[in-house]
């Protein structure tokens, strides 16, 4: 138990369990494995004949993999699930639980460069076997493209002036250290607001090098040809970018957020939003795991088609 915690510990933990609403013959998929932590609790409340489907693209993952055979571990990037779905012959399932933050082992590893509280290579990818790492991307970058990247994904107000500097950097050293990206950065931000600043900076990145978004909209459009009607889905997010999709999509079945009426003036959505407003941490839990003050969840179930 003792390293599960060390790995990550899951924000929310117990409302998310009530918001899948678990039966203990149902089929469930946690589509962020992670540390296991939602899956053990998952697994908990399943009786014998349920069964849990952990995604994870990270190979470090597989060190958590969960001795039960009520447990299938998928190594796969989850933007995947309707395929691997097809693969292991399900048809349908009564829930899906994802946690978008990254795991506290991503943050505390300073070879995998997701922090910049150590020194390491820019590397920040998920899956270890991509292709592109964060080096790559501020050395081959347009000065428009990381402009867009840090203004888009970091909503910094001196994006332009970042993409600049960098690569004005690059022309002369490489980029390839977290020390060396600090060393461009640190004349652009004042010290009161430079952790906040530098934090935004790097989840920009990352969320570039992993295509965050790109999958989290593939997720959520599988989402309603994998849940049965009255499944529910489970979202946990840590950033403005990732909820608007969320609760756009959770209200309209679209990504922009505009809701189509019927003839009477009815609301066409697939899904019925179990939670109206955004559970967030209360402050015990914001005591005991501050890495949870940002997170957002929201649930919503699958309407009969």
Do not use: W
Request: glycine share 6%; proline share 3%; with cysteine.
């Amino acid at each position: 138990m003792e390293e599960e915690m060390v790995y990550h510990t899951p924000a929310l933990l117990y409302p998310c369990m009530e918001g899948l609403d678990i039966k203990p013959d149902g089929v469930y998929v946690d589509v962020t494995f992670g540390g296991g932590g939602h899956s053990r609790e998952i697994l908990r409340r399943l009786g014998p004949n349920g069964h849990l489907y952990g995604f994870d693209q990270d190979e470090d993952a597989m060190q958590n993999i969960i001795d039960d055979d009520r447990f299938t571990f998928v190594r796969s990037n989850f933007c995947f699930l309707t395929n691997f779905m097809k693969y292991y012959g399900v048809e349908k399932v009564d829930g899906i639980l994802a946690d978008l933050g990254v795991s506290f082992h991503h943050f505390d590893d300073s070879e995998r460069g997701f922090s910049f509280r150590f020194d390491g290579d820019l590397d920040m990818r998920m899956n270890q076997n991509a292709l592109v790492k964060a080096s790559d991307i501020l050395e081959t970058y347009t000065e428009a493209q990381l402009a867009d990247v840090f203004y888009l994904y970091g909503e910094l107000s001196n994006a332009r002036k970042l993409a600049s500097a960098i690569v004005k950097t690059r022309s002369e050293k490489k980029i390839r250290r977290i020390s060396d990206l600090l060393s461009v950065l640190e004349p652009f931000f004042s010290r009161d607001k430079q952790k906040k600043d530098m934090a935004k900076v790097f989840q920009a990145i990352r969320i570039e090098v992993n295509h965050e978004m790109d999958v989290l909209r593939k997720l959520l459009s599988q989402s309603r040809s994998v849940l049965k009607p009255g499944g529910r889905m489970v979202v946990l997010t840590y950033h403005s970018l990732e909820d608007r999709l969320v609760k756009n999509y959770f209200r309209a079945g679209n990504f922009e957020g505009k809701v189509e009426q019927d003839f009477f003036g009815n609301r066409l959505t697939p899904f019925r939003l179990v939670n109206n407003k955004v559970i967030v941490p209360d402050e015990e839990e914001i005591e005991r795991n501050p890495r949870s003050r940002s997170a957002k969840l929201r649930i919503a179930e699958l309407l009969e088609l």
